[in-house]
């Protein structure tokens, strides 16, 4: 099967790059052997993407491959609600009711439908997952805290219990008065690196009732059904 956002020429959303966040110098940084303060957040980041009935967000997307020396910049926004969700960039247009998934390549008029596994730990799989149940999947490092531009951030590392996941890390910025989140970002085992940055993100917004993909609605594609 193959995962959210793959294709020919483009892969992933999510949704990845070198770090900036990792990359600054942090002003005052606290380190605990046990990660209790790392855990206290992520439990309390979780609760809080928990009890969201639905969100919106715009995202600036960058992705760099190991083989190619500039990154590839895009924008895109989402909008989900539950485990549905609609996703538009990087010439993608993925559609999710939570059972089935419909990715839309515009430039090449191809749809390709699969089944969301909806046990997969993957971020790549379940971009919405990273949200909400990665306390179980994931051991937590908390970096520590950092103030940029008037607004403070609290910084996480985590790494996936799982060596057989396709990335070996993630980081996770989050907004410390809202515990909302700022930036994600994955490291791909085999180099690639991406980031999101969450330039907008507004919880328990107004969303589309539906997130079916209507066939109906689009002409001229080639639909390639995975499904089994």
């Not at 970096?143 to 890390?169: K, M, V």
């Not at 980081?171 to 490291?187: E, G, M, T």
Request: proline share 4%; hydrophobic share 35%.
């Amino acid at each position: 099967m193959r995962t959210l956002f793959y294709t020919p020429t483009v892969a992933v959303m999510f949704l990845w790059l070198t770090f900036p966040l990792i990359q600054a110098t942090y002003g005052q940084r606290v380190k605990e052997k046990d990660d209790t303060r790392g855990k206290e957040i992520a439990a309390q980041f979780s609760k809080k993407m928990a009890a969201l009935k639905s969100f919106k967000a715009t995202m600036g997307l960058e992705v760099k491959y190991q083989q190619v020396k500039t990154p590839r910049v895009y924008n895109a926004t989402i909008e989900a609600r539950g485990n549905q969700y609609y996703f538009s960039g990087m010439g993608l247009e993925v559609h999710s009711d939570g059972k089935t998934r419909w990715q839309h390549v515009t430039a090449t008029k191809e749809l390709t439908i699969t089944a969301v596994d909806s046990t997969s730990t993957s971020p790549l799989e379940n971009p919405l997952r990273i949200f909400s149940t990665y306390q179980n999947d994931f051991k937590i490092q908390f970096l520590g805290e950092r103030t940029e531009a008037g607004q403070t951030f609290y910084d996480l590392s985590l790494y996936p219990y799982d060596i057989n996941q396709s990335y070996s890390q993630i980081h996770l910025a989050i907004h410390k008065q809202s515990l909302l989140p700022a930036k994600l970002s994955y490291f791909g085992r085999d180099g690639s690196r991406y980031v999101v940055d969450f330039k907008s993100f507004e919880p328990n917004a107004k969303v589309r009732t539906q997130f079916v993909l209507d066939l109906k609605q689009l002409k001229g594609v080639t639909v390639t059904d995975l499904r089994e």
